[in-house]
Structure formats: structure tokens, C-alpha cells
């Protein structure tokens, strides 16, 4: 799988957008992007997949530029309890067994 | 749907004896996979089954590690003569087959192993 780079920790405070940008240089032409969350002392939790431009959901938004080497992770107006790690992974979608290469991730505190 | 349950939620074992831990899956999944986790560092992959067979197994599992899906519903995870290095969460996941859904997996919430 492709490696990825994202901050280590951000900050934020309550009713503020957050955007996570997570670096995938060597992303491959069959990739897709899939961000995860996970909160302290819980199994991560699937967010968003995408494979260009934008997707949107009930949760978060993905952008991703027309190279793909980078993407977004968007937040809007995050609460106390969007506290927690975020997960960009890269990989494979043809002939994959899904397995998940997980990064330190970002660690986003969110403040009152 | 219930979601994934994992049993049980906390094991502590002296080092030198054998646990095992249950991962029960999202029922119409049949994609299981199994991740060890350690404080400040994202899951990593041990193995992953299709149904009941075991089609990856990751070099971190050494020979002390044993998995299985003998009906390609629930899984075990066992860990015999257990080190004080096998101190993790054990966190399992599910995910239906499809291309693009293999990364959409659902996670259970933990097996908490502390060995003493």
C-alpha cells in the first residue's frame, strides 16, 4: 500500500472547520483513499472513501486535486466530540484482500 | 445489525499461558480480518479470512499465533505461551466483498490484552 503522510496533532476549537491534509505521493492509478476515526479505547470507525474530486457524506467531505497525491479531510463545525485520531490510508481496490496499513495518524484536539 | 462484538473485552494473563479471544462479525460479511493494536501506534494487520479460509497472514504472527473461521461465521484468535510483548488491543473487523467496500471494514471494540 502507499505510503502517507499526515500531521502528527491539530488543534481546533468547537464550530470550526477542520481539514486534514494527508500526502500519497506514490499513490497508484488503481488506489482509493479511506479515512478512519478512532476514539480512545475503540476500534476505528470508517468515514469516507474516495477516488477523485470530491465526496461528500453526512460526516465529512474528501477533496482530492486532479493529481491525487495529496487529499482533505473536512470537518464542519466540529465538537468536543470529534476529539479524536484520524486514519488516511491508501490502497489498492482490484484483486485486494482489504487489508488496512494504518499510519500514526492526526491526533485532533478539539477545544471549548 | 449489531454490529461486530469481540469477547472478551479485557484479558489479564500471566506470561507463559495460552488465551483465546472470539470475534464475532457483521452476519452477512465475509470478510474477517484481525489487527493488534499498541498505545500511540495505528492497528496493524495480522490476518484475514474470506469466509472460512485464512488467505493472509501477516510475518508479525509469529508461530505462537493461531487463527480461525472454521464455519466462516466467528472467528478465534489464540495466542499460546504468551510474552509480555503480546500486550496489545486486539481488534477485529468486518467486510462485505466488493472491491471498493474491502477498505469500508467495521471494526469491533477490542480485546484488551495485558500480560503479566
Known amino acids: 500500500l502507499a505510503k502517507t503522510t499526515q500531521p502528527i496533532s491539530m488543534d481546533s476549537y468547537e464550530g470550526q472547520e477542520v481539514n486534514i491534509t494527508c500526502s500519497h505521493n506514490n499513490i497508484a492509478t488503481n488506489d482509493y483513499i479511506t479515512w478512519y476515526q478512532q476514539f480512545p479505547s475503540q476500534g476505528p470507525r470508517f468515514i469516507i472513501q474516495g477516488y477523485k474530486t470530491k465526496v461528500t457524506n453526512e460526516v465529512a467531505s474528501l477533496f482530492i486535486p486532479a493529481d491525487r497525491k495529496s487529499s482533505t479531510l473536512s470537518l464542519p463545525r466540529v465538537s468536543l466530540s470529534d476529539t479524536a485520531v484520524y486514519y488516511c490510508?491508501?490502497?489498492?481496490?482490484?484483486?485486494?484482500?482489504?487489508?488496512?496499513?494504518f499510519g500514526q495518524g492526526t491526533t485532533l484536539q478539539v477545544k471549548p | 445489525d449489531t454490529g461486530v462484538s469481540q469477547n472478551p473485552r479485557h484479558k489479564i494473563t500471566k506470561r507463559g499461558q495460552n488465551v483465546t479471544f472470539r470475534c464475532d462479525p457483521i452476519s452477512e460479511h465475509n470478510r474477517l480480518y484481525w489487527y493488534r493494536q499498541t498505545l500511540g501506534q495505528g492497528p496493524e494487520f495480522l490476518t484475514y479470512?474470506?469466509?472460512?479460509?485464512?488467505?493472509?497472514k501477516s510475518r508479525l504472527l509469529s508461530d505462537r499465533f493461531s487463527a480461525e473461521r472454521p464455519k466462516g461465521s466467528f472467528s478465534t484468535l489464540e495466542i499460546q505461551r504468551t510474552e509480555q510483548g503480546d500486550s496489545a488491543m486486539y481488534l477485529c473487523a468486518s467486510s462485505p466483498e466488493g472491491a471498493t467496500t474491502a477498505y469500508e471494514q467495521y471494526f469491533g471494540p477490542g480485546t484488551r490484552l495485558t500480560v503479566t
Open positions: 479470512f474470506q469466509n472460512e479460509a485464512q488467505l493472509e
Open positions: 490510508l491508501v490502497g489498492d481496490s482490484t484483486g485486494n484482500t482489504g487489508k488496512l496499513i
